[in-house]
């Protein structure tokens, strides 16, 4: 390998209840994953391709903390499954799917919804709305062998207290093996990337000083402070 001309950047990681870390390669997103979500952002609720975007690997933040970023009056939470894979590979079977999971956390999609609306107006990438600096809290990645495939159970979303997002993990449109798969003919994945599954409705704006609790049954409650 040829001499480095920089300092190497830092592998971004994601901290586990085993006590070690996880380190990322990509972050790919499913939009528009539930069907009651589709609806209040204007879609049709009926099942069809799934499509992805992507955030960068150094978005997800394990702090607790979320800074409100610059250029924005409207930024909204989206309470979400993070899966985590230990492997991957080209064209992988929906009934061989779950055995590249490493583990799942509970993860929020912050997103600057006014800017996301002036690009998808535009016909531009949303990657102003989506994939800016610690725009994806993250908790402590369980791992599947202890927490087993969470195929269901209560997704929901609390700021302030006040409950503002709920769910359940078995009304995604899309199941966990089926997007695996279906990235999979894409891409070619690899240990180290992780998918974040989609949010139920409920989406709103938040404010400096305000407090989310994001819990998924089985996972937890990941807490973060609006800074």
């Known amino acids: 390998m040829p001499e480095l001309v920089i300092p190497a950047p830092a592998i971004p990681t994601i901290p586990t209840s085993t006590g070690g870390a996880f380190p990322v390669r990509r972050v790919y997103c499913i939009g528009r994953n539930y069907a009651a979500h ?5 879609g049709d ?3 069809e391709e799934p499509f992805f975007f ?17 250029h924005s009056n409207e930024v909204h939470h989206e309470v979400e499954l993070l899966v985590a894979l230990k492997s991957g590979g080209s064209n992988i079977s929906v009934e061989d799917a779950l055995g590249h999971v490493w583990g ?3 993860c929020l999609d912050m997103t600057r919804r006014d800017l996301q609306g002036e690009a998808k107006k535009a016909g531009r990438p949303w990657e102003t709305g989506k994939a800016f600096e610690r725009s994806g809290p993250v908790g402590p990645l369980q791992p599947a062998a202890s927490v087993g495939k969470l195929t269901e159970g209560r997704v929901e979303l609390k700021v302030n207290g006040k409950l503002c997002q709920e769910g359940n993990l078995n ?12 990235l999979s003919e ?7 990337d992780v998918i974040m ?9 938040v404010a400096k ?3 989310m609790d994001a819990m998924i049954e089985g996972l937890g409650t990941l807490s973060v402070k609006v800074v």
Not at 56 to 70: I, M, Q, T, V, W
Not at 171 to 182: A, C, F
């Open 197 to 205: 599954s989609g949010t139920p409705s409920g989406v709103g704006a």
């Open 186 to 192: 894409y891409f070619e994945l690899q240990a180290g």
């Open 45 to 47: 609720p009926d099942r």
């Open 104 to 106: 799942y956390a509970v």
């Open 209 to 211: 000083g305000d407090q």
């Open 38 to 42: 589709v609806v209040e952002m204007g």
């Open 54 to 70: 992507q955030k960068n690997p150094n978005n997800l933040d394990a702090s607790g903390e979320f800074p409100y970023p610059p």
């Open 171 to 182: 009304q995604m449109i899309w199941k966990v093996p089926e997007m695996i798969s279906y």
